[in-house]
């Protein structure tokens, strides 16, 4: 295989004169600008990720050529073209095989709904859709908006279009800690604005069209209850974010215990094992220090170890409102045919959603207050662990040298 950088520079001089060449006019958001964009997202994003050099230049060879397949004229499976030119190019340009299929998964994660697969896909499919957190989201949907009327034949009206944009804001997700942290704010703020104007827009439609509903108890009764359906999706939203940002914080904390002691570990082992025959007055602090890191290590893994349920549900649990469809470990183990058949079930009934939005939030705080319990004994145990060792070092040291001192000569 060629060297990373000179490959990446030949794969960004073949997929810009795609884009630049083969593109018809109809298409006005995949152009060569957005895919420069993702690239400069990836750049971004990759500043927070430890990456290989040979991950680094799989990313950005997926990034330049996911898509390249708009030069088919469709946006249908436009994967799929992307995925013929990358064959080409590494026609041109071989490389191992192992490194081929990265580039191809990265560049399939990307296809709606996004499931990637490992760490390049993730931040792919975060900088594929960076332009919702961005202060240019109206320009970009405007641009996608009139490229689907021109190249799918798809008309939106501006209120189906913001009614869509909405849709898919709220149940959008980043998968990378800069998606999280920096896109995720700013795509809340976009989706704000768009439930205000939609909401502005209902209730300038509900003054100048039916002025006799909005003096009856009942069209007060219906708008607030729409208030009270925006708030509830508002808060349920903002709680289900502070959780998942408050679960990754306690994930990175033991993460961080588990690294200091296993390198604490590893020099103590290392180093001063070799010297307890001779020095036998180490042996207690020594083992003090080793108990007091591999404690702190087991309890930072009892904080991050998942905990996943049967995985199966019946009709009757459906039928009952017993199962919680938004958590994973209640269905990974069913068809798709049952599975969908059971969203569509909760869906139709706002009672049983509203019940399973409350139970998955319930369940993830106990999970949360688990991971914090089981945290907050690591950093103790690391804590006053490290400073009774370091009282025992200092005792060991100190006796035999007391014992030479005083020794009657």
């Given amino acids: 295989m060629e060297n990373g950088s000179a490959l990446l520079q030949e ?45 680094r230049t799989a990313l950005f060879i997926a990034a330049w050529f996911h898509d390249t397949g708009y030069s088919g004229g469709v946006a249908r499976d436009h994967e799929e073209i992307s995925l013929q030119h990358v064959r080409d ?13 990265k580039v191809t998964a990265c ?84 989706l704000a604005e768009l439930e205000a104007k939609a909401a502005e827009q209902k209730d300038n439609k509900k003054e100048t069209g039916n002025s006799d509903q909005d003096s009856h108890p009942a069209g007060e009764k219906k708008n607030k209850k729409n208030q009270t359906d925006r708030g509830a999706s508002t808060v349920f ?6 959780q998942s940002n408050l679960s990754q914080m306690a994930d990175s904390k033991a993460n961080i215990l588990i690294s200091v002691n296993s390198i604490i570990l590893t020099i103590v082992i290392s180093t001063l094992s070799t010297k307890l ?9 020594v ?8 404690a702190a290590i087991v ?30 470990g209640n269905f990974y183990k069913m068809s798709l045919p049952d599975y969908d058949w059971a969203m569509q079930e909760m869906l139709a009934d706002k009672k049983y959603l509203h019940s399973s939005l409350v139970k998955d939030n319930y369940f993830l705080g106990v999970v949360l207050a688990k991971k914090y319990r089981w945290l907050r004994i690591a950093y103790n145990v690391f804590m006053y662990g490290i400073i009774l060792s370091m ?19």
């Avoid at 630049?20 to 298409?27: N, T, Y």
Wanted: a negative charge; glycine letters at 4%.
């Fill in 237 to 242: 939203r903002i709680m289900a974010q502070n």
């Fill in 287 to 294: 083992f003090l220090l080793v108990t007091v890191c591999v």
């Fill in 107 to 190: 560049i399939l994660a990307t296809r709606m709904p996004q499931h990637p697969t490992d760490r390049i896909g993730e931040i792919l499919c975060d900088a594929d859709l960076a332009h919702l957190g961005s202060p240019r989201f109206r320009e970009k949907s405007r641009l996608l908006r009139e490229e689907m009327a021109l190249l799918n034949g798809e008309e939106w009206s501006k209120k189906d279009w913001r009614q869509n944009n909405i849709a898919f804001l709220g149940a959008h997700h980043y998968f990378t800690a800069y998606g999280q942290s920096v896109l995720q704010p700013l795509k809340e703020k976009n």
């Fill in 11 to 55: 794969a960004k001089n073949f997929a810009s004169q795609i884009l630049s060449s083969r593109l018809s006019e109809q298409v006005r958001f995949h152009t060569l600008g957005h895919t420069e964009d993702v690239v400069a997202a990836c750049e971004l994003i990759t500043e927070q990720e430890a990456l290989s050099a040979e991950e």
């Fill in 391 to 409: 009282i025992a070092f200092a005792v060991a040291v100190a006796i035999p040298r007391a014992t030479e001192i005083y020794t009657p000569g």
């Fill in 89 to 101: 190019f590494f026609a041109q340009h071989p490389a191992e095989a192992s490194f081929v299929q």
């Fill in 299 to 328: 309890f930072s893994i009892l904080a991050t170890r998942p905990n996943v349920t049967s995985g199966t549900f019946t009709a009757e649990d459906i039928k009952n409102k017993k199962t919680n469809l938004l958590f994973f």
């Fill in 277 to 285: 025959e001779n020095n036998s007055y180490l042996q207690a602090p």
